[in-house]
């Protein structure tokens, strides 16, 4: 069974930085894309960034120049850095794994979600 454990969400003023990590378990992670979304209230869940098995990058306009996502395949763990962060960009924030190694914006693409982080930005 694959487990995925978001953490690092929290509450920033505005133009400030958060790191997300997300621990991955239960199979091979460096055979698998990883992805990062979020949900805002009252809005349907939408992509922020994805990474491939060999470390192809894709991000929303909306978080393009701002956020990193990377990838440690010995430590099993995804992690999107942040930056710059805007009041528009409080959500929940999800990482989620995918059945091959090719990247995806489709949320439907993703076969295993964590629970997810709470990232609050104040202005």
């Known amino acids: 069974q694959v487990q995925l454990v978001e953490s690092g969400g929290g509450l920033v003023q505005a133009g400030g930085s958060l790191r997300l990590s997300c621990a991955a378990s239960g199979r091979t992670f460096g055979n698998y894309a990883m992805g990062w979304f979020r949900q805002a209230p009252g809005k349907e869940r939408e992509f922020v960034a994805t990474i491939s098995w060999s470390g192809g990058r894709y991000y929303a306009d909306s978080v393009k120049g701002r956020f990193t996502i990377s990838r440690d395949n010995a430590k099993l763990t995804a992690n999107l850095q942040m930056d710059s962060l805007e009041p528009e960009d409080t959500a929940v924030y999800y990482c989620?794994?995918?059945?091959?190694?090719?990247?995806?914006?489709?949320?439907?693409?993703?076969?295993?979600w964590g629970q997810g982080t709470q990232v609050t930005v104040s202005s």
């Open positions: 989620a794994t995918k059945a091959t190694g090719w990247a995806s914006v489709r949320s439907r693409d993703y076969e295993y």
